[in-house]
Each structure stands twice: as C-alpha cells, then as structure tokens.
C-alpha cells in the first residue's frame, strides 16, 4: 500500500467530515475541531446539554477513522484505578500483573467528566501531557495516536464538579455543542422515523474513510505550513491582552499561545494553504482560549463571559497585513 501525499491525507479528512455528518447534524463546527485535534495531537472537550449528540459525534469520529476507542463513564463512584489500570494479584504465578485500564486506546471517551471528583479527573492529568501512564512507579506508554474526547454538561447542571484549571489546560480546545436549529431539529427526525439508530453505526452507512497513515502524513504536512513573524506577533498580542483584560482574573498562559499556533496552522492546511493568516488565528481563538482564561466573580454577575471578552479583544487589535 503506497503512502498517502499530503493531497490524499487532505481529501481524505474532508471525506471524514462528510462520512461523521451521515450520522450528526448540523455540528460541523465541532466536527472541524475534533479533525483539528487530530491534526495537532490535542484532546477536545465537548461541552452541551445532555442529548446534543456530543457521545454520538465521538463514536462517528471513532467508526470513520478505524481507531481503537474505549468509553469511560464517569460517575461520582469512579476511582482513578478504573480509568489507568491496577496491579492485580495471580494466584497462580504468586506474582502481580498490570491489567491496564480504558486509557490504554487510541481515542478515549470520557463520558460526562464533569460528574467524576476531581481525584478521578486528575488520573487523566499524566495520560493526556505525557502520553503515559505511571503505576507502581513504572511508566507504561500509551498508544499512538492518543487522543481524549472528554464531554461534559454546563457546569450551572446539578451534580457537577468543576474542572481545575490545570486539567482544563490540557485540553486543546474546548467545543460548545449547542441546540440544533429548527430545521436540523427537522432532519434529526426525519432520519429517525426512516429508521436511523445512534447505537448502529453501521447500519446508518458509517465506513472508515481515513486511516491512521492519512493522518500521519496530514500531520507532517501541518508541521511544514509556515507562519510569518506578523502573524506570530499577532497571535502573541491577542494573549497578552487577555492578561490585561479588567474582566479577567486569568489571562491566557504561553501554553495558550503554543496551541492558537498549532491550530491555525492545521485550519490553515485543511482549508488548503501552505501558510497561515490572521483569519486562520481568529477563526480558532475562541474554541482555543475559552477554556484558558478565569473571569473576575465581578465579572461573571453582570453576565460577562469568556467567549465576549475574546471577542472583545479581537475587535480591537489591529490586524497585521
């Protein structure tokens, strides 16, 4: 089998858009950040009322791009063993054995993280940034590729527990969900009366479309899309001003600024240039950075959110040329 150009990888992850859509409506925002994740090696956290499809779009990324997945339903009960892995005793050899956890996969869904204490959503910490995990002193590599799909419900939902800064800063970028319209509600429908079922993917026509080796080569050619000193400077600007911002208590770190570059440059090579420009930055800053900064509690009761201060900072930094 010969090895995929940069072209095929390209064509073949705009199939995979087109393959995840047989099954749900009307979020192709979302779906674009999880081919960008993909692309730089980054986790997505899906944000949504409960019934937007956000386990649904998971399990249609997993079935169009023939990985390995595992579930993780994340319940108050949890414990952090149950998502790595444990040492477990063999009568027969008088020894202990690892039997590794879900993580050990290529994409982990880590259902309604937000219902797990924060005990539980750390276990993930090491797994996400290092690729590893770490029982008994011994560091057990994860597959590759990795990535964690983590969803969650509005942190207002009862029975929630918010997620640290620090776990949140793992993630490569954090999707809203949202209600669909009246007309994708209308379709939803629709292809339900015809007999369509979330729980065969199958059945509704899902193929593998893009292979692991797709991916490789779309990733080589990403690192290659080049980006010049203004719009490096561009990108810098926007997260210092978030550190300046009188709405916020938390501006977006340097880790912030690494990852805006890494997502344009992916936007930027799926849309088909070897180059980024500052409407490659701004197109990516809000899913990027939402999840990176802290509102002042001030702030937050007179209905300020993150999304408007970004926004906010985007009208009023010039735009280099």
């Known amino acids: 089998m010969s090895t995929p150009t940069a072209d095929s990888a390209r064509t073949s992850l705009e199939a995979l858009r087109t393959e995840i859509a047989k099954a749900v409506v009307g979020q192709d925002p979302a779906v674009t950040g999880l081919v960008v994740a993909l692309l730089c090696r980054g986790h997505v956290l899906l944000e949504g009322a409960p019934g937007v499809a956000k386990t649904l779009l998971v399990r249609a ?3 169009s791009l023939e990985l390995d997945t595992k579930r993780v339903q994340f319940t108050p009960d949890l414990m952090p063993s149950d998502v790595t892995g444990s040492l477990v005793y063999d009568a027969r050899s008088a020894e202990f054995s690892f039997q590794p956890g879900p993580v050990f996969t290529n994409l982990l869904l880590a259902d309604e993280i937000n219902r797990t204490p924060p005990k539980t959503q750390a276990s993930l910490l090491e797994a996400m940034e290092e690729r590893q995990v770490t029982v008994d002193g011994t560091a057990r590599p994860l597959p590759e590729p990795f990535l964690v799909a983590a969803t969650q419900n509005p942190v207002e939902y009862e029975g929630t527990y918010p997620l640290p800064e620090a776990q949140l ?24 009366a015809a007999g369509f079922s979330p729980r065969d993917l199958n059945a509704a026509g899902l193929r593998p479309v893009a292979s692991v080796a797709d991916l490789d080569a779309a990733r080589a050619a990403v690192a290659k899309t080049s980006v010049s000193p203004e719009v490096t400077g561009y990108i810098v600007d926007i997260c210092r001003a978030t550190r300046e911002s009188p709405s916020l ?8 600024a690494t990852a805006l570059l890494s997502t344009s440059r992916a936007w930027a090579w799926l849309t088909g240039r070897d180059y980024v420009t500052p409407d490659d930055v701004k197109a990516l800053a809000l899913p990027t950075l939402r999840h990176r900064i802290q509102l002042r509690p001030e702030a937050e009761m007179e209905g300020v959110t993150a999304d408007s201060v970004i926004n906010a900072v985007l009208a009023h930094l010039p735009v280099p040329r």
Do not use: A, N
Not at 169 to 176: A, G, M, Q
């Open 61 to 63: 990324l997993s079935t």
């Open 249 to 256: 208590s938390l501006g977006v770190s340097p880790r912030g």
């Open 169 to 192: 800063d793992r993630f490569l970028l954090k999707l809203t969900v949202p209600l669909p319209d009246r007309q994708d509600e209308i379709d939803i429908l629709t292809r339900h």
